[in-house]
């Protein structure tokens, strides 16, 4: 159907004065007297496009009032009242009813409402507004890397292997257990791939390989965690941006994860001023100050040790108890950036009990070369590290942890092969947009989220 989009005809002065054709959906209407108005949305822009009706003129109008209706309008584009611009409707087309059950009709909607249909939330301020700054953040990312030679690697979302060893991999299969079966490798020997399947926690461990071949890469899709935790930052599954990096030691990590996470932020505030206003005036009250402030900065950069002895003496009542080798719980995280940096830290040198086999140890036998950004609002938003890569080392490590080696020989080769000192990171996306936008949420940053004991 040829139309124009609302945003060229918002954005762009040649349309002034000319008869266009647009589509869209009525998300608000009004009528008076002798005149009816239409705020026309087609998806392509935040603001809506106000259709004027004189009714003088005999422009079937009244199948186009109720909110949700999708319509065709032809008519003169014209200056508005308020410096933007308006049509002067001259035909009006109906493309699909909208009856007066559509649960979006015009008043605010809370979040938690619209959760119960994702299938129409998508047609809100809020959710436009959030999936266009997820589309441009999506875009800034690609191009942050592209830009300085890495290379986009998609790796597999199936695997053999468990990269974070959390327990946290959900299985794929095509059988279900028998009792006919004698044992579990019997079992797993019948099914699809002929051995344990799950969903990839993390593309790193191909990441790693093609970082050994390539240099530098990176991966941006999607990452599956079991993780029965209810939290409002916890996907089932979520997307994830993993660069792999040869040569790369630890305070090389952190300034990468630093430089882009600058770049994609500042992309989107110079991209998106209509979204980020939004966000600033109905989600966060100084969002977009917060954000330039944070890109204007260095981030903060503190050892785990040091975290752990400004916790302990903050007099500070935690949920869960803080001692030297626990893990970071997030209200542990936000009190570390909200109160006593008030800005993004990076948290490094974990005890390697709680972090992965993969992780470089460090000298003193106890921490691993790992790091965490941790936001306010958020808490972490980032983890990553330099790799181990000594093979003896590594293999050590992962006998210590019990861990299958014969699952990961091809892992375990990058160390007999031309290892290299390298690291990287993951970037959860959704986390980020949440820091972005101040959706709070993790479940309103993404169209169609799963959870534990939620998919439809
Ligand atoms: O800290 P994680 O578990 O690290 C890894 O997976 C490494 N293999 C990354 C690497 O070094 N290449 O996960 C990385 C990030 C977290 O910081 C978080 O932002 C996000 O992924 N993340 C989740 N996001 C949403 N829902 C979940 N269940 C998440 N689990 C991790
Ligand atoms: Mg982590």
Not at 336 to 357: M, R
């Amino acid at each position: 159907m040829q139309h124009i989009d609302i945003k060229e005809i918002m954005e762009k002065p040649e349309y002034l004065h000319q008869n266009v054709t647009v589509c869209g959906w009525v998300r608000t209407s009004r009528n008076s007297k002798t005149m009816a108005f239409l705020a026309l949305n087609d998806g392509t822009c935040l603001p809506h496009l106000q259709i004027v009706i004189d009714k003088a003129q005999g422009v079937a109008y009244e199948e186009a009032m109720p909110v949700g209706t999708s319509v065709k309008v032809i008519g003169e584009v014209v200056e508005g009242q308020n410096g933007g611009v308006e049509i002067n409707a001259q035909e009006i087309s109906i493309l699909g009813k909208c009856p007066s059950e559509y649960p979006l009709q015009k008043k605010r909607h809370t979040l938690e409402f619209l959760r119960t249909m994702p299938h129409l939330r998508g047609r809100t301020n809020t959710f436009h507004a959030v999936m266009r700054v997820r589309s441009v953040l999506a875009r800034a990312i690609h191009q942050y890397f592209q830009d300085r030679n890495y290379v986009y690697v998609n790796t597999p979302l199936i695997t053999g292997s468990d990269c974070e060893g959390a327990g946290e991999m959900f299985q794929v299969t095509t059988l279900g257990y028998a009792p006919e079966f004698q044992s579990e490798e019997e079992y797993y020997a019948a099914d699809f791939f002929n051995r344990k399947a799950g969903l990839s926690v993390s593309g790193q461990l191909e990441g790693e390989m093609a970082a050994m071949a390539m240099g530098k890469i990176y991966t941006f899709g999607p990452s599956f965690r079991a993780e029965n935790s209810n939290t409002p930052k916890h996907l089932a599954e979520f997307w994830h941006i993993e660069p792999e990096v040869a040569f790369m030691e630890l305070p090389e990590v952190i300034a990468l994860a630093e430089d882009m996470i600058k770049f994609v932020i500042r992309q989107v505030l110079d991209t998106c001023p209509n979204e980020m206003k939004f966000f600033d005036q109905y989600v966060e009250k100084g969002l977009i100050a917060r954000l330039e402030e944070l890109i204007s900065h260095e981030f903060a950069v503190c050892e785990y040790t040091e975290a752990i002895r400004l916790l302990q003496e903050s007099g500070e009542k935690f949920q869960y108890p803080v001692e030297w080798g626990c893990d970071l719980q997030t209200e542990h995280e936000r009190y570390i950036s909200e109160k006593v940096f008030h800005k993004a830290v990076f948290v490094t040198n974990y005890p390697k009990e709680i972090k992965s086999f993969y992780m470089k140890q460090n000298a003193d036998g106890k921490t691993v070369a790992a790091v965490d950004l941790l936001v306010p609002g958020v808490g972490e938003i980032i983890g990553g590290s330099e790799r181990e890569y000594d093979y003896d080392k590594l293999i050590a490590e992962m006998n210590a942890r019990n861990m299958n080696l014969a699952l990961y020989q091809d892992y375990l080769d990058l160390r007999k092969y031309g290892s290299v000192p390298h690291g990287g990171f993951g970037l959860g996306f959704e986390r980020l947009i949440m820091y972005v936008t101040g959706v709070q949420n993790i479940r309103d940053v993404i169209f169609f989220p799963r959870s534990a004991g939620y998919i439809r």
